[in-house]
């Protein structure tokens, strides 16, 4: 709070905003503002977030303060916005942007260069900076940034995390006073999203603003110091993401997901078990208000249960840790997939996966993890037969995959891809979903009644065209035609991003109901609180080996393993393992916010 | 196929010549090839620019892309055959004056897409912007629109891809062996394709002007490309390779 009192760098006053193509953007928002009677200040110095569902205007708002509104996208614009005093109507695209620096949420359109320097030297160039100071410049910036290495690569060759490096890099070095960010992190995996929110939080100590879109609430929680939240093209929330956080009820009731500790405080506050408004934000926040809670009536020595409580106490959190438990016709079955000692190389050498073992059974939910690079998206390549295994054999569904053509393992192995505008191509949501039933020969007729019925379960509009759905419904109408075709196994490629936290329930949900019919899921995913919520088994990948496989929890309690492979375990899984540690061995084992929730309470009665 | 106008780098006098000289060399080498009509001098056009390749490192990117045009080329001969019947009959339809126009014909076809692909390959592109505006005094705004195209014809060609793999994995036969189903199914994907395009191509305009496109004039690039006694050297023997062609 204390740093809007400095002074203010973007002033927005009743800013309304509507794009006026009613042909596109239409059929997203019904009433068609983008952006509706939104007011704040911004403070030099501040490092702010933006978060909302899909639709909510956050891409919009970022378009007002970087001056793409209104000098790139036309529409109709009410209200006033003033970047360093000026109104952003009265100046032009360049002089706004010499003060506000954007970086686009498609980093690939940003880049005008091919090479890291010349990229960096562009805008340098471009606004004027002497020549004898640009060396300095280039340089001081790709060290702040952390990618003083990089300068003579080509941008081609980078990873994706570089590559956002990059894009940022390229625009501090004109040295804006505010750096606006659209989702940064969407296509990294955790360990570079927080390489990139380190670096932006090195950008703040150098003086200059960020205002940043994310979807990750917890890096959100742990880097910014004020928080917008958005709904329908609304300013619903705004305050310190203590603040935020404990309004917990109502951002789930807009679709935002909550930190999972900011969540256990919350549960906690409503059993009136703690006080106050200020939720915990990071794991040591929530295991010290754990242990404050429970410790002074159990004393270490009373607490060291005896092994039949233990058991029975089991028992009760299975049942309170809403994780689905192993599905008895997983046991005993025929494998559906299997894969066998299975090596593959890309040509080049650049990248390779070596001795992959793995079995999946009907009804099961797997869950790959690993670092961006481990080799995860090839594995899922190998599955639907996109890649035949140099060394080893594949069987999907009972067919080795190098025997048959890729179209007709797609009668057993449907895939959901990251991008959902990769699989659409019809021009009605009901064509698109029976398409894939016509291809594998279904009567047309039987293939739409079908489609219909699915399309219906989905609550999809049948007759809209795929293309003019929102991201999110985009990606259901994509899930819809991978339902449809009623596969024995489900292939999910990063199911989740790109969507927020209600649309990644329902696709979630989805997914759930159909390995309940027996099919077998199996799903790359990097939000490992959606992989600890919905999969009973886990794969973990690192540089293009399986390092372990088995039960979720098991995997994610184990600390080395998880370090080894790059992937940050749930926040809850972190916490519990802390509390088990530290506080008493029954927190072991919890994967839920409840489960360590009614622990903790049973725990405070029972002292 | 996809990385054919990728940048080899490297520090041969090929890298370090001024990027417009290179273009010289290559136009020199074209119209040189247009204007042989002898097969000693088409063939020595060809070797001049596969030893040109092999001195910059580039000879794999010159391999890749000839194994794309020597099917081509093959198809031109069987026209040209096809076309032209004067001369002595050799072997069922074909004759010796169309053996003779349609080899050369081929050997026109090599000649004149090699030599742009190389030079392309061992220039960065922004170095060519930059030059052209400098030496060539061609507008900015053109030579950006030129290398940005270029630019994406590697991200547009990656997009194809995932969209085709996408389908495949659906149970479209993209993995048929008959070529004409493949673009039979090929051809309605154009749509979509074109759809993120254009949506690319916006947002690429919207981050220019964000970074002061329209700032920028002649002298806003930080390096400078001068020519030089070896540019001036090299120009020299372009001529004299253009008088070459038209002697023999």
């Not at chain 1, 594995?379 to 295994?389: C, D, V, Y």
Request: hydrophobic share 45%; net charge negative.
């Amino acid at each position: 709070m204390t740093a809007r009192e400095e002074k203010p760098i973007i002033e927005m006053t009743h800013v309304t905003f509507s794009y006026d193509a009613p042909a596109e953007g239409g059929a997203e928002n019904n009433d068609d503002a983008a952006l509706r009677d939104v007011s704040l200040i911004i403070g030099a110095g501040e490092f702010v977030g933006v978060i909302g569902p899909s639709g909510a205007g956050k891409s919009t708002l970022a378009s007002v303060m970087s001056g793409a509104i209104p000098h790139h996208y036309h529409g109709t614009l009410y209200g006033a916005t003033l970047v360093d005093g000026h109104d952003t109507c009265d100046v032009t695209l360049t002089d706004i942007s010499q003060v506000v620096g954007s970086v686009l949420q498609d980093i690939d359109t940003q880049m005008v260069a091919s090479v890291v320097e010349d990229e960096m030297l562009f805008g340098l160039e471009n606004f004027g900076v002497p020549h004898d100071q640009i060396e300095a410049r280039v340089a001081q910036t790709l060290e702040t940034v952390g990618i003083s290495n990089l300068r003579d690569r080509e941008i081609a060759t980078l990873s994706g995390g570089q590559k956002q490096k990059v894009a940022i890099a390229a625009i501090l070095a004109m040295r804006p006073r505010v750096l606006v960010l659209d989702e940064p992190t969407a296509a990294l995996d955790p360990a570079s999203s927080t390489l990139v929110f380190e670096t932006l939080r090195k950008v703040r100590e150098e003086g200059v603003t960020v205002v940043v879109i994310e979807q990750k609430v917890a890096l959100l929680s742990e880097y910014c110091d004020r928080i917008l939240v958005m709904s329908k093209g609304a300013l619903v929330l705004d305050g310190t993401p203590r603040e935020v956080f404990s309004h917990g009820d109502e951002l789930r009731r807009i679709g935002v997901d909550s930190p999972r500790v900011a969540r256990v405080y919350n549960s906690l506050a409503k059993d009136g078990l703690v006080a106050g408004t200020a939720p915990c934000l990071t794991v040591p926040e929530a295991e010290k208000l754990i242990t404050d809670l429970v410790q002074p009536e159990t004393k270490t020595s009373c607490h060291v249960a005896s092994a039949e409580e233990d058991a029975r106490e089991s028992g009760f959190r299975a049942g309170s840790k809403h994780v689905a438990a192993p599905r008895p016709h997983a046991e005993g079955a025929e494998p559906v997939v299997s894969l066998e000692d299975v090596s593959f190389a890309y040509p080049g050498g650049t990248a390779s996966v070596d001795h992959l073992d793995m079995r999946v059974f009907p009804g099961e939910v797997v869950g790959i993890v690993g670092q961006n690079g481990a080799g995860k998206t090839t594995l899922t390549k190998l599955l639907n037969g996109l890649l035949r295994p140099a060394f080893g054999t594949v069987r999907m569904a009972g067919l080795d995959t190098r025997e048959v053509p890729t179209s007709a393992i797609a009668a057993h192995c449907a895939t959901l891809f990251q991008n959902p505008d990769y699989q659409l191509c019809k021009d009605t949501v009901l064509e698109e979903v029976s398409f894939g039933l016509t291809l594998q020969g279904v009567d047309e007729n039987d293939a739409r009644e079908s489609a219909g019925a699915v399309i219906e379960r989905f609550g999809l509009p049948a007759d809209e065209a795929p293309f003019s759905l929102s991201r999110g419904q985009r990606q259901m109408v994509a899930l819809a035609s991978v339902a449809v075709m009623e596969p024995e196994v489900v292939l999910l490629d990063e199911p989740t991003s790109g969507l927020d936290y209600r649309e990644c329930m329902t696709v979630m949900d989805t997914v759930s109901d159909m390995a309940e019919r027996g099919c077998a899921v199996i799903m790359v995913c990097h939000d490992m609180e959606v992989v600890s919520d919905f999969a009973e088994r886990i794969v973990v990948m690192a540089n293009g080996r399986i390092l372990d496989r088995g039960g979720t929890l098991e995997m994610f309690s184990n600390a080395p393993l998880m370090r080894e492979a790059s992937v940050k375990a749930p926040q809850v899984i972190e916490l519990s393992e802390a509390l088990a540690h530290d506080l008493s061995p029954e927190f072991a084992g919890i994967s839920q916010v409840s489960g360590i929730v009614d622990l903790t309470e049973k725990m405070v009665r029972r002292g | 196929m996809v990385n054919v106008i990728d940048y080899v780098p490297g520090d041969t006098l090929l890298h370090r010549l001024n990027p417009v000289t290179k273009l010289g060399i290559a136009a020199a080498i074209i119209i040189a090839t247009f204007l042989a009509d002898t097969y000693p001098m088409l063939l020595g056009l060809l070797v001049l620019t596969f030893a040109l390749g092999a001195y910059a490192r580039a000879t794999s990117k010159l391999v890749s892309l000839l194994k794309l045009l020597v099917p081509l080329a093959v198809v031109m001969l069987l026209l040209q055959t096809a076309f032209v019947r004067g001369g002595d009959p050799v072997f069922a339809w074909m004759t010796t004056d169309g053996l003779v126009t349609g080899s050369k014909a081929c050997l026109r076809l090599l000649g004149v897409a090699l030599p742009l692909i190389l030079m392309l390959s061992v220039t960065k592109l922004n170095d060519l912007a930059n030059a052209c505006v400098e030496v060539l005094h061609i507008p900015y705004r053109y030579a950006f629109t030129f290398t940005t195209a270029l630019r994406f014809v590697p991200v547009f060609s990656q997009e194809m891809n995932a969209i085709m793999e996408a389908q495949t994995a659906r149970g479209v036969e993209y993995d048929t062996k008959n070529p004409i189903r493949k673009l039979q199914l090929m051809l309605p994907l154009c749509v979509p394709l074109l759809v993120s395009s254009v949506g690319k191509t916006d947002a690429t305009a919207l981050a220019a002007e964000q970074r002061g496109f329209y700032l920028r004039m002649r002298e806003s690039s930080f390096k400078r490309y001068p020519m030089v006694g070896r540019d001036m050297a090299v120009l020299v023997a372009c001529v004299a390779l253009v008088v070459a062609g038209v002697l023999l």
